[in-house]
């Protein structure tokens, strides 16, 4: 499940490089509805706990309890949702960088310094190198557009 989750964010088209709302928002549901579902009674009893299990033992309140406590959180990403647009519509507050602060690092525009300066050998960074073989890929397909035409 978050698996698919995961993959889902190159068909919808949001940007989450580290696959947190995949892992943690998806996993966390599944994982908070299917303790109410499959929470059993013998197991935790194993640990010296007494409870009353979930809807396996045949006590659906801890279901109940587990989708009220999924509702709250599905609100809150909601909520945090609408704050994070409202913010990122105030001039000045942006939350997405520049392209080119982007390609060069945010260590680089919001600090002044780089944090991993690698030398390509040739007098260049690691970014900017990369900037440069992504141009000269873009600039060759458009070559070679022109040349079948």
Sequence with gaps: MVNLASRCKDYLGYDDTLDAFGLHGVGGIVG?????????KSIAMLDGVETEGGAIDGNWTKVRTTDCCMSIHCRLVILSYAILFIINKIPGLQLRVSPEEERDGQDVSEMGESAYEFDMGFGKSL???????????????????????
């Excluded at 908070?32 to 059993?40: E, S, V, Y």
Aim: net charge negative; no cysteine.
């Design 32 to 40: 908070g509805i299917m303790t109410g579902l499959l929470h059993q």
């Design 127 to 149: 970014a900017e190198a990369i900037y440069d073989a992504e141009s000269a890929t873009k600039e060759a397909s458009i070559n070679n557009d022109f040349i079948r035409a």
